[in-house]
């Protein structure tokens, strides 16, 4: 008589307890690695970001990344233009011929310029 | 094609004269709504020659200051204008062979084309600052005149849309040799 109503209750609450069970191993779980990733200190993958280079303007001009991350540079217009920095006048990318790309790894914010069109202005803005 | 790229280029030294005397009239009356006035309507033949020609202007001028001047931001803002209209001047040559239109030049040309000659002239006869001045005062004077004919008179004349998406799309190099120009300005 016993036997049945353990049979019973277990048939009627079995995939219940299955499934709190489940939930509360996945949260242990989930908390488990948060904790790990916080307490290491691990930061987001990269990003990669472009700047697409027409009518002598930076697309977009202001881009708002994050250190580490990544930006390239492709120049659209038929002439060729270069990435230099506005503070110095100084070359970061050799001179873009219509269609080729430049690359750079940003570690602080920046204000750039086309050092071959000085009107033409960007800013990369680290978060 | 070798007729039409012969053509072009016989006709581009008439047109230089062409365009040049609207930057002067430009450059005389202080406006820019008189050119549009003045000028009979254009044909998509007639757009072609003064883009050719625009572009063959700057060209001239920048190797007579890449012959004469000495100072480096003059020099450099000289080279860009032969490098950018260059590639300009390709991509528009490139263009009206393939529409098959033979640029032709409008009244100006024969008129007042002497002015032109004239600039250039003076500027073999000018070193130093007075050769930069002179220069650099002339290329802010051409641009503006420049991106007033295309905007005024060029774009809104332009038939063909290949033609007047290629007007558009040369703005913004006008523009920014502008900027450019009149950033050394200031400093000469």
């Known amino acids: 008589m016993n036997t049945v109503k353990q049979n019973t209750l277990k048939n009627r609450y079995g995939p219940k307890i299955k499934f709190l069970i489940s939930v509360v191993l996945g949260t242990i779980l989930a908390l488990i690695v948060g904790l790990a990733t916080s307490s290491s200190g691990a930061l987001p993958a990269p990003k990669h970001h472009q700047i697409i280079i027409s009518g002598f303007e930076f697309s977009p001009k202001e881009l708002m990344v994050s250190a580490g991350d990544r930006v390239t540079w492709i120049n659209k217009d038929i002439v060729p233009h270069n990435i230099a920095l506005n503070s110095m006048q100084k070359a970061l990318s050799p001179d873009l011929a219509s269609g080729e790309k430049f690359s750079f790894i940003v570690d602080n914010s920046l204000s750039y310029i086309c050092g071959l069109h000085p009107s033409m202005q960007g800013k990369l803005i680290v978060k | ?188």
């Open chain 2, 1 to 188: 094609m070798n007729t039409i790229s012969a053509s072009l280029k016989k006709q581009t030294r008439h047109v230089i004269f062409s365009l040049s005397t609207v930057v002067l009239l430009v450059g005389c009356s202080g406006t820019t709504a008189d050119t549009s006035k003045k000028s009979a309507p254009l044909s998509d033949a007639n757009i072609a020659a003064i883009v050719v020609g625009a572009n063959n202007i700057d060209i001239s001028a920048a190797d007579i200051a890449l012959q004469r001047s000495k100072n480096d931001e003059v020099r450099k803002f000289a080279l860009r204008m032969k490098t950018d209209h260059k590639a300009v001047l390709d991509s528009a040559v490139k263009l009206v062979t393939r529409l098959g239109v033979t640029p032709v030049n409008n009244n100006l040309v024969a008129t007042l084309s002497k002015q032109s000659q004239e600039h250039e002239a003076k500027l073999r006869t000018l070193s130093g600052r007075a050769f930069d001045k002179s220069y650099i005062d002339h290329e802010v004077v051409y641009h503006k005149a420049v991106i007033s004919v295309i905007e005024e008179q060029l774009i809104p004349s332009a038939k063909n849309k290949e033609l007047k998406d290629t007007l558009i799309s040369v703005l913004p190099a006008f523009k920014a040799h502008l900027k450019h120009s009149e950033m050394i300005q200031s400093q000469i």
